[in-house]
């Protein structure tokens, strides 16, 4: 059981616009930690997405998005594609300084 | 460019002791702020953070495992060594080393699969 609650899945059409949520608590994202997000393609090492909360690197969409309030942090994906279809961690740490993981979320576009 | 490559045995026995080394290139660990950490994903499942440590030796463990696990760099290397005690068929799984910066794990190795059996 991850210390990051993450839903098991989402889906969406082409075009449409999900969001996968990542709920903490005072310990960790309430604390005022940071939230990272991840996108693993199957096979692969998983690829940093968002960092700082709602940073993008350099070559990622401006499709996807991340915000942060309070306890919990949320990826927005928008006009979704069909090589969106991966599975979604979430990342924060605790006031131990111990990183935290969240359970995963698969994205399937339908 | 940075990059990272996860190094060790590809099959380990109940019991013994994982060794695993991750070469990096493009950064140096004794620069201020750099950091490296060690992720595991068993089949089919989660990313789990393992330990990492600092340009300033800092060292975390994972709460868990802590007392399992053992993580050292050498810097004249580029080097970073994980090691895992007592090891079980529960520790099978796909080994990752990752760059830090600004908290994050912005870069990742390819994986190593480490399968515990007898």
């Known amino acids: 059981q991850s210390v990051l609650t993450q839903p098991p899945s989402v889906s969406g059409a082409p075009g449409q616009r999900v969001t996968i949520s990542c709920t903490g608590s005072?310990?960790?994202?309430?604390?005022?930690?940071?939230v990272h997000w991840y996108q693993q393609l199957p096979g692969t090492a998983p690829k940093l997405l968002i960092y700082?909360?709602?940073n993008r690197p350099s070559g990622v969409p401006d499709r996807f998005s991340g915000s942060k309030s309070g306890t919990s942090a949320s990826l927005a994906i928008t006009g979704l594609q069909a090589e969106d279809e991966a599975d979604y961690y979430c990342?924060?740490?605790?006031?131990?300084?111990?990183?935290?993981f969240g359970g995963g979320t698969k994205l399937t576009v339908l | 460019q940075i990059t990272l490559k996860e190094s060790g045995p590809t099959l380990v026995k109940p019991t013994q002791t994982l060794t695993l080394t991750c070469t990096f290139s493009?950064?140096?660990?004794?620069?201020?702020?750099?950091?490296v950490g060690w992720i595991r994903q068993p089949p089919g499942k989660a990313l789990e953070w393992l330990a990492l440590?600092?340009?300033?030796?800092?060292?975390r463990y994972s709460p868990s495992l802590k007392s399992r696990l053992t993580i050292t760099k050498d810097t004249s290397k580029n080097q970073v060594v994980l090691t895992m005690t007592n090891m079980d068929p529960v520790d099978t799984a796909t080994y990752y080393c990752?760059?830090?910066?600004?908290?994050?794990?912005?870069?990742w190795g390819q994986g190593t699969l480490v399968t515990v059996s007898s």
């Open positions: 700082g909360n709602s």
């Open positions: 005072s310990s960790n994202i309430g604390a005022g930690y940071d």
């Open positions: 440590i600092y340009w300033d030796d800092d060292k």
């Open positions: 990342q924060s740490y605790d006031s131990s300084l111990s990183a935290l």
């Open positions: 493009g950064f140096s660990l004794s620069t201020s702020g750099v950091g």
């Open positions: 990752a760059h830090i910066a600004m908290a994050s794990f912005d870069y």
